[in-house]
């Protein structure tokens, strides 16, 4: 097969396994079916594979959105090119590390930086700032189950989140407040 052909068929070439090493590294192609364009070289991806640690990451690095079809291609990619992965970290790798630049939550208090009630309720039980249970009712379990819990604006406006304007109630409760839900 002359040089150019075989060129032009692996840039054409399907990656879904049709594609093996010849001698000097470059894919070969088996057949030719599918038809999905290499938008990458061997020595791209395993630069960008080397230093990443994860397949998120990756795909980050060469301007792709982190979805499923993209993953998959990433995973063609690296075993059509046998580049070693072993250095990847694996799924939540990060999820116990709280940034190191966790703002102090006397700001979200303050009104200082804008916060979501759910986040900012979350970040108010993660500090023990108030106990899981409704400050209403005093429920604390339902069913054998942690009660769910929201955040209350006792002035019913949700962008004040003094300390003092807030309660952590049940929905049950939280529904028969007069201003639920920007209900006045």
């Given at each position: 097969?002359?040089?150019?052909?075989?060129n032009r068929?692996c840039?054409f070439?399907?990656?879904r396994?049709?594609?093996?090493?010849?001698?000097?590294?470059?894919?070969?192609?088996?057949?030719?079916?599918?038809?999905l364009?290499?938008?990458?070289?061997?020595?791209?991806?395993a630069?960008?594979v080397?230093?990443?640690?994860?397949?998120?990451?990756?795909l980050?690095k060469l301007?792709?959105?982190?979805?499923?079809?993209n993953?998959?291609?990433l995973?063609?990619?690296?075993n059509?090119?046998?580049?070693?992965t072993?250095?990847f970290?694996?799924?939540?790798?990060?999820?116990?590390?709280t940034?190191?630049d966790?703002?102090p939550?006397?700001k979200?208090?303050?009104?200082?930086?804008?916060?979501?009630?759910?986040?900012?309720?979350k970040?108010?039980?993660?500090?023990k700032?108030?106990?899981?249970?409704?400050e209403?009712?005093?429920l604390?379990?339902?069913?054998g189950?942690?009660?769910?819990l929201?955040?209350?604006?006792?002035?019913?406006?949700?962008?004040?989140n003094s300390f003092?304007?807030l309660?952590?109630?049940?929905p049950?409760?939280?529904?028969?407040?007069?201003?639920y839900r920007?209900r006045?």
């Amino acid at each position: 097969m002359s040089t150019n052909l075989r060129n032009r068929l692996c840039e054409f070439a399907q990656i879904r396994g049709n594609l093996t090493d010849n001698a000097d590294g470059n894919p070969e192609p088996r057949f030719t079916e599918g038809i999905l364009k290499l938008k990458y070289c061997k020595s791209e991806i395993a630069d960008v594979v080397n230093n990443s640690r994860s397949k998120r990451e990756c795909l980050i690095k060469l301007n792709l959105k982190p979805y499923g079809g993209n993953y998959r291609v990433l995973d063609k990619y690296i075993n059509l090119y046998h580049i070693d992965t072993s250095h990847f970290l694996g799924q939540g790798w990060n999820v116990n590390n709280t940034p190191a630049d966790v703002k102090p939550i006397e700001k979200y208090f303050n009104n200082e930086i804008p916060i979501n009630s759910y986040k900012l309720k979350k970040r108010i039980l993660r500090d023990k700032l108030k106990p899981l249970k409704c400050e209403a009712c005093g429920l604390e379990k339902w069913n054998g189950v942690d009660i769910p819990l929201e955040l209350h604006h006792i002035n019913g406006d949700n962008k004040d989140n003094s300390f003092e304007n807030l309660k952590l109630l049940c929905p049950n409760c939280h529904a028969l407040t007069d201003n639920y839900r920007n209900r006045k």
